[in-house]
């Protein structure tokens, strides 16, 4: 208790000095809460406490504002609030309508997450207007939080110079490991920054991202990534054509790490580790040593050895803009909520855990504020998205890297026998397409291209434009079998999807696999899009 | 510097997300958490000495808790693993279809040799239950695994199911454990124990006892 008591302390000090309750008040506020249970604290003892300030004395309150955020871990809804009232005096109301009041102006966004809880607070508002006072009613307002700006966060451009005048190749060969860093960390960042503070709590109270579209984008986005890296290096036909992939991402995670993106890092680092990638011993043998140095060194800084233990020391020396790697501080903090007990002996509410996830929680929200220290040139943003948005299962890529690179003999004996199959998973058992499947997914991919870059909707893309989205696609190097000159339609990508494909099933690999690529199923992807 | 254990064996928890495998670990190492552990350079696994056979049964228990998703990450933590819980939640049917997803990837990134055992958690939930326990023991049957319905709510069969991973895996290195109860030295278990640092799985995990 003693010890609990002094690493509050901490954060309580600067609350002494601004505001308007003494030092003493706020122990005893404090003492409050670990001495009362919790439902005693918010039906009774939390509105009598601050019954000495006015409505704006609550702003500076940081351990409120940790019990107001955090208390869905423990409590879900607020219908206790409704009995309390009832039976409380009118002096008591009062002081429980400010405190609704502060709890709607500075939380109004766990109103708008939370429809239970807003439920019972229009529930209140009734029963304030049935029962109560005049001065009631104009406290409690909770039409306050559907006149919010909602998307405020959601909209909230990444603050860049965009420049769009800046001539970019849009080709992968192009592109310097510079540009492609810079725009893997702008699209990142993107996705990061939507996360909200109830995205995090909601992900930590469900543990999965069910109903939650900005968490599962950025895991998507992340692993999205990973994959583009596998397949970039596997599109290309020869060991040392590969091996200059591989080489060029190496330099795109070194710049990543410049950028103090660790996100993203570990997304590329994670592709080029994976296995499909690491059993090319043909393209590796053509990898220079000082290359793999460096590639030893970035999985070494990622090792989830002593849980993470050189990425964390890494993480905590950077300042300024740093992207984290989501995946591990989630871990943190779902290791947290599951590990500590809700209450302590006596049904004393754990101030302690409020307080840990608060701070874990509001130091990654505190990161999106960062100013993004880079340029971004749209079109190469559009690419990127794009052909980042992939479908491919592992057993596609591995059937993919097996194809390049076939087993060894001596190692042919060994192939994994794989379990029966008996859920949705089965997909990675692609039979030999036929003309009508393969059909139909190069009319999907046209589709989303046409959906993504037909701009004036007149059916036609230029040839220009088509030009650089068949190059942003693993399979860039098919090249066109004539010129084309400015509009091309509709039928005529198409017919050249299929003409790839063709040479794809000679190559030995699936066309449908590879069309499958660009295929953009989800309905999230047109939010993205909207964004950038 | 006597140790306190005689073999070290690392356990991996693995299934969807929310399936309750950080309860399951919470549960079964009584709680014994220190919240510092988390961000510091702490440890991330769990450790507890357990007796099977007169040996004295150190397990570190690794968890991917809410990491699930990343594939990329969660691959790096297979390599290491000696003995791997599957666990669904059975109040969920998808959680436990994935099972297959999660026992294909076991087989395509943990070390050849690895055991494993079926956990259905939650079975304190009755009333949500959406998979009876006999597809549970079906599914195990199939992959020749054994299998459990656990709660980590009302500490049903935590400790009978570590304890069962763990001789499973006692079992399976028993070739390079024979020497340890008669001379007090072993030299196998001090390299199944140091090799932290090694990249990759390959040579630490020994391929003796079965095939």
Same mark, same amino acid.
């Given at each position: 208790?003693?010890?609990?008591?002094?690493?509050?302390?901490?954060?309580?000090?600067?609350?002494?000095?601004?505001?308007?309750?003494?030092?003493?008040?706020?122990?005893?506020?404090?003492?409050?809460?670990?001495?009362?249970?919790?439902?005693?604290?918010?039906?009774?003892?939390?509105?009598?406490?601050?019954?000495?300030?006015?409505?704006?004395?609550?702003?500076?309150?940081?351990?409120?504002?940790?019990?107001?955020?955090?208390?869905?871990?423990?409590?879900?809804?607020?219908?206790?609030?409704?009995?309390?009232?009832?039976?409380?005096?009118?002096?008591?109301?009062?002081?429980?309508?400010?405190?609704?009041?502060?709890?709607?102006?500075?939380?109004?966004?766990?109103?708008?997450?939370?429809?239970?809880?807003?439920?019972t607070m229009e529930e209140f508002q009734e029963l304030v207007k049935a029962n109560g006072e005049e001065l009631h009613c104009r406290l409690i307002d909770t039409t306050q939080i559907n006149s919010r700006d909602w998307s405020r966060k959601l909209t909230q451009r990444v603050k860049t110079n965009t420049s769009k005048k800046r001539k970019v190749s849009l080709l992968f060969d192009h592109l310097e490991p510079e540009e492609l860093s810079d725009h893997l960390?702008?699209?990142?960042?993107?996705?990061?920054?939507?996360?909200?503070?109830?995205?995090?709590?909601?992900?930590?109270?469900?543990?999965?991202?069910?109903?939650?579209?900005?968490?599962?984008?950025?895991?998507?986005?992340?692993?999205?990534?990973?994959?583009?890296?596998?397949?970039?290096?596997?599109?290309?036909?020869?060991?040392?054509?590969?091996?200059?992939?591989?080489?060029?991402?190496?330099?795109?995670?070194?710049?990543?790490?410049?950028?103090?993106?660790?996100?993203?890092?570990?997304?590329?680092?994670?592709?080029?580790?994976?296995?499909?990638?690491?059993?090319?011993?043909?393209?590796?043998?053509?990898?220079?040593?000082?290359?793999?140095?460096?590639?030893?060194?970035?999985?070494?800084?990622?090792?989830?050895?002593?849980?993470?233990d050189s990425y964390r020391r890494a993480y905590n020396e950077c300042s300024n803009f740093k992207i984290p790697i989501l995946g591990v501080h989630l871990k943190d903090l779902i290791s947290l909520y599951e590990g500590m007990p809700d209450y302590l002996e006596d049904k004393k509410i754990n101030i302690y855990k409020l307080y840990s996830l608060y701070n874990h929680i509001n130091e990654l929200i505190q990161l999106q504020e960062m100013p993004l220290p880079l340029e971004a040139n749209m079109d190469l943003v559009h690419l990127l998205t794009l052909s980042l948005d992939l479908y491919y299962t592992e057993d596609e890529i591995y059937e993919l890297s097996y194809a390049r690179e076939p087993r060894s003999h001596r190692a042919a004996p060994l192939t994994p026998s794989r379990p029966p199959v008996v859920a949705d998973w089965a997909s990675g058992v692609a039979p030999k397409p036929d003309p009508k499947t393969i059909s139909k997914h190069v009319q999907r991919m046209v589709d989303s291209v046409f959906k993504n870059y037909d701009h004036d909707q007149d059916g036609y893309i230029s040839q220009e434009e088509f030009e650089k989205i068949a190059a942003s696609f693993p399979f860039s190097f098919c090249v066109m079998a004539k010129d084309w000159e400015g509009l091309i339609s509709r039928d005529e990508i198409t017919a050249y999807f299929m003409r790839a494909s063709s040479i794809y099933s000679k190559l030995g690999l699936g066309f449908k696999d590879l069309v499958k690529l660009t295929v953009l199923p989800t309905p999230s992807l047109a939010g993205i899009k909207q964004g950038c | 510097m006597a140790k306190q254990y005689d073999v070290l064996f690392r356990l991996l928890l693995l299934g969807d997300s929310g399936v309750g495998k950080t309860c399951l670990l919470c549960?079964?190492?009584?709680?014994? %958490?220190?919240?510092?552990?988390?961000?510091?350079?702490?440890?991330? %696994?769990?450790?507890?000495?357990?007796?099977?056979?007169?040996?004295?049964?150190?397990?570190?228990?690794?968890?991917?808790?809410?990491?699930?998703?990343?594939?990329?990450?969660?691959?790096?933590?297979?390599?290491?693993?000696?003995?791997? %819980?599957?666990?669904?939640?059975?109040?969920?049917?998808?959680?436990?279809?994935?099972?297959?997803?999660?026992?294909?990837?076991?087989?395509?990134?943990?070390?050849?040799?690895v055991q494993k055992i079926l956990i259905g958690n939650k079975a304190d939930e009755e009333h949500k239950r959406q998979v009876a326990k006999e597809q549970g023991l079906q599914l195990a049957r199939e992959y020749g695994m054994d299998f459990y319905e656990t709660s980590a709510c009302s500490n049903l069969n935590i400790k009978e199911s570590f304890t069962r991973l763990t001789e499973l895996v006692l079992q399976a290195h028993r070739k390079e454990l024979e020497g340890l109860r008669a001379p007090p030295r072993t030299p196998t278990l001090a390299r199944l124990e140091e090799d932290e640092q090694q990249p990759l799985c390959s040579e630490d995990t020994p391929k003796t006892c079965w095939c």
């Open positions: 208790m003693v010890d609990l008591l002094l690493c509050l302390k901490g954060c309580l000090i600067p609350i002494q000095a601004t505001l308007v309750p003494s030092w003493q008040a706020v122990e005893k506020h404090l003492l409050l809460i670990f001495t009362n249970t919790f439902t005693t604290v918010f039906q009774y003892e939390y509105p009598f406490f601050f019954s000495d300030l006015e409505g704006n004395a609550y702003q500076n309150n940081h351990l409120l504002k940790i019990i107001l955020a955090m208390h869905q871990f423990i409590i879900s809804s607020f219908s206790t609030y409704l009995s309390a009232l009832e039976s409380k005096s009118s002096m008591l109301c009062v002081k429980i309508c400010y405190f609704v009041r502060y709890w709607i102006t500075e939380f109004w966004v766990m109103f708008k997450m939370d429809s239970k809880l807003s439920t960390t702008y699209l990142e960042f993107k996705s990061f920054r939507r996360i909200s503070f109830s995205d995090y709590q909601n992900y930590i109270v469900n543990s999965c991202v069910k109903e939650n579209p900005t968490m599962e984008r950025s895991i998507a986005l992340c692993n999205g990534i990973s994959q583009w890296v596998q397949l970039m290096v596997l599109s290309r036909p020869t060991p040392q054509l590969r091996a200059e992939v591989f080489i060029k991402f190496i330099h795109v995670a070194q710049k990543l790490h410049q950028l103090q993106n660790f996100n993203t890092l570990m997304a590329v680092i994670g592709g080029l580790c994976h296995s499909s990638i690491s059993r090319l011993k043909e393209t590796s043998s053509c990898v220079p040593h000082d290359v793999i140095k460096v590639f030893n060194e970035m999985t070494e800084l990622l090792s989830s050895y002593r849980n993470y | 549960r079964f190492t009584d709680n014994q %958490f220190h919240p510092a552990h988390i961000s510091t350079i702490g440890v991330d %696994f769990k450790m507890k000495t357990i007796e099977v056979d007169g040996i004295k049964v150190r397990i570190q228990i690794w968890d991917t808790a809410g990491q699930e998703r990343y594939q990329t990450i969660t691959k790096q933590y297979y390599r290491r693993a000696q003995g791997i %819980f599957l666990v669904y939640d059975i109040s969920s049917e998808r959680s436990y279809q994935h099972i297959v997803k999660w026992a294909s990837d076991v087989d395509e990134y943990a070390p050849d040799g």
